[in-house]
């Protein structure tokens, strides 16, 4: 069926492309036999003119022979006098005994050449055109001398016509041979690039598409395709790693459970059961925690974003006073930096990366929310031990965690950080560590857009403290709180 398909395109196009060319040179031709048959039809003219300077001064002196000589060229012509009666009184040879050819002897006084095209004359074969000359000054009246020449068609002649269908018939078969030939070479390249698609798998995701040496768009094609193939198995690699780091992760909590209530039903009597239930509920919990974290990231994945104006200053602070930190916080937040975002998924990096502040931070932790610009920009930093240069960006890859991390919090997943990064690509920002005098700083940057109409400078809300506030306006208390309530306890569960 592919081999079929690909002869169906070469023979389409070379069809399209010959017809085409048919067509240009039927046009070529028409005018080429055209401009032949003009110039035939005075040449033919020219012959008759001949004739009659001819025959005429033989007219005159009065030596007209009864055969007329013919042509020096030696080309036959038919010639024809009468006299006032319409006898001949001379004529060529093939006309000789020959009655009259044509006796075209015009009404109108003043016409000296008449000129008719008639089909097999007296004494000829095929249509001839005759032109009939008058003759004055002789005895009893009027003579006619009568050239008769072949009629010219309007191709001018054969040789013309076969030249021309020759002509045109060539052409069109090596335009279209050609065009047939092109098609199937460049057929042959995407036969090939088919061929290797065809054949790649999940087991030889390494393969590649040829990519032909011809500067084209089919090089362009196969290079494209071999760059979709590296992201596809760069891609395939990195659900291989994250599958086996999420079977890894999933199942030590699994083996504690297990081995706690193993050891339980082989030493009923005594095992402390309370102490055994804890254990198998901290270890669900931890269970829980993780596949509520591979929820989230693979709703990441397939789930649109959907977009709305915030102030992310009013959403720091209300993360920040909805989480008991366990050490100073220093707030510095610019109000009126709205950025375009799904307030509950920031709201979820926000948090993550407050709680993240929290568990590392010794004294004190500081969040920033400024503007750079076009970006809206928040700050999260800590006193704590900080993390090294060549770690900054492994401690964003799933199930990542330092040994620092596990030692203060040994129930974590290692997808925070990474759930943070991915929320932030989402809403085409970027989320990285940089340099700090101490501890750790993470720089969330996501794309600023203008405030909603219903905003109010909080500067402004002091002088207008006696006016009446449009319908629809909040406070920035007020907006804290129907956030807090919008958002509700169900927040996490919605990403």
């Known amino acids: 069926m592919v081999?079929?398909?690909?002869?169906?395109?070469?023979?389409r196009r070379a069809s399209e492309v010959g017809a085409v060319a048919a067509l240009v040179c039927i046009g070529f031709s028409v005018l080429f036999l055209l401009l032949m048959g003009s110039?035939?039809?005075?040449?033919?003219?020219?012959?008759?003119?001949?004739?009659?300077?001819?025959?005429?001064?033989?007219?005159?002196?009065?030596?007209?022979?009864?055969?007329?000589?013919d042509r020096k060229d030696g080309k036959v012509q038919a010639i024809q006098v009468l006299d006032a009666r319409?006898?001949?009184?001379?004529?060529?040879?093939?006309?000789?005994?020959?009655?009259?050819?044509?006796t075209l002897r015009s009404t109108h006084g003043g016409s000296v050449r008449t000129q008719r095209t008639l089909c097999r004359p007296a004494g000829l074969k095929g249509c001839m055109t005759v032109i009939s000359y008058k003759v004055y000054s002789q005895?009893?009246?009027?003579?006619?001398?009568?050239?008769?020449?072949?009629?010219?068609?309007?191709?001018?002649?054969?040789?013309?016509?076969?030249?021309?269908?020759?002509?045109?018939?060539?052409?069109?078969?090596?335009?279209?041979?050609?065009?047939?030939?092109?098609?199937?070479?460049?057929?042959?390249?995407?036969?090939?690039?088919r061929r290797e698609l065809a054949e790649i798998t999940a087991t030889g995701l390494d393969r590649r598409v040829p990519?032909?040496?011809?500067?084209?768009?089919?090089?362009?094609?196969?290079?494209?395709?071999?760059?979709?193939?590296?992201?596809?198995?760069?891609?395939?690699?990195?659900?291989?790693?994250?599958?086996?780091?999420?079977?890894?992760?999933?199942?030590?909590?699994?083996?504690?459970?297990?081995?706690?209530?193993?050891?339980?039903?082989?030493?009923?009597?005594d095992t402390d059961w309370p102490r055994t239930a804890?254990?198998?509920?901290?270890?669900?919990?931890?269970?829980?925690?993780?596949?509520?974290?591979?929820?989230?990231?693979a709703r990441l994945d397939g789930s649109p974003v959907?977009?709305?104006?915030?102030?992310?200053?009013?959403?720091v602070g209300v993360e920040l006073d909805r989480r008991p930190c366990r050490v100073e916080v220093i707030r510095k937040l610019q109000e009126g930096v709205f950025t375009q975002c799904d307030r509950l998924r920031i709201c979820?990096?926000?948090?993550?990366?407050?709680?993240?502040?929290?568990?590392?931070?010794?004294?004190?932790?500081?969040?920033i929310v400024s503007d750079e610009g076009s970006m809206a920009v928040l700050e999260v930093a800590d006193d704590g031990a900080g993390i090294a240069g060549e770690l900054r960006e492994v401690v964003f890859e799933r199930f990542t965690r330092l040994e620092d991390s596990r030692d203060r919090d040994p129930g974590g997943t290692g997808l925070g950080l990474a759930i943070a990064r991915q929320i932030a690509e989402a809403h085409h920002g970027t989320l990285t560590i940089e340099d700090s005098l101490r501890g750790a700083r993470f720089v969330l940057r996501l794309p600023r857009c203008d405030a909603p109409l219903s905003y109010q400078d909080p500067a402004q809300e002091g002088q207008e403290a006696g006016h009446e506030r449009p319908i629809g306006h909040a406070t920035g208390t007020e907006a804290k709180k129907r956030l807090l309530n919008d958002e509700g306890p169900g927040r996490e569960n919605a990403l």
């Open 3 to 11: 081999n079929w398909n690909r002869s169906s395109l070469r023979s």
């Open 278 to 297: 804890t254990a198998v509920l901290a270890a669900t919990e931890r269970l829980q925690a993780i596949v509520t974290d591979l929820l989230t990231l």
């Open 139 to 193: 005895p009893g009246g009027i003579w006619l001398l009568n050239v008769a020449v072949p009629t010219v068609p309007w191709y001018g002649n054969s040789t013309a016509l076969f030249l021309a269908i020759g002509a045109s018939v060539l052409m069109t078969a090596m335009v279209a041979a050609g065009t047939f030939r092109g098609v199937g070479k460049d057929l042959a390249s995407v036969n090939a690039i």
């Open 348 to 367: 979820r990096l926000v948090g993550n990366l407050i709680d993240n502040a929290n568990r590392h931070a010794d004294t004190q932790m500081t969040i």
């Open 86 to 102: 319409n006898r001949v009184v001379a004529a060529t040879r093939q006309l000789v005994g020959k009655p009259p050819i044509a």
């Open 306 to 315: 959907c977009m709305e104006a915030t102030d992310l200053a009013e959403l």
């Open 211 to 269: 990519v032909p040496k011809t500067e084209d768009e089919i090089k362009l094609l196969a290079e494209t395709e071999n760059a979709t193939l590296d992201r596809l198995e760069c891609a395939y690699q990195q659900l291989q790693q994250f599958t086996s780091d999420a079977s890894h992760d999933l199942r030590c909590p699994i083996t504690a459970m297990r081995a706690h209530l193993e050891e339980g039903l082989m030493y009923p009597d």
């Open 39 to 69: 110039q035939e039809t005075t040449m033919a003219q020219g012959r008759a003119t001949a004739g009659w300077d001819r025959v005429l001064p033989l007219i005159k002196v009065g030596r007209l022979p009864a055969v007329l000589p």
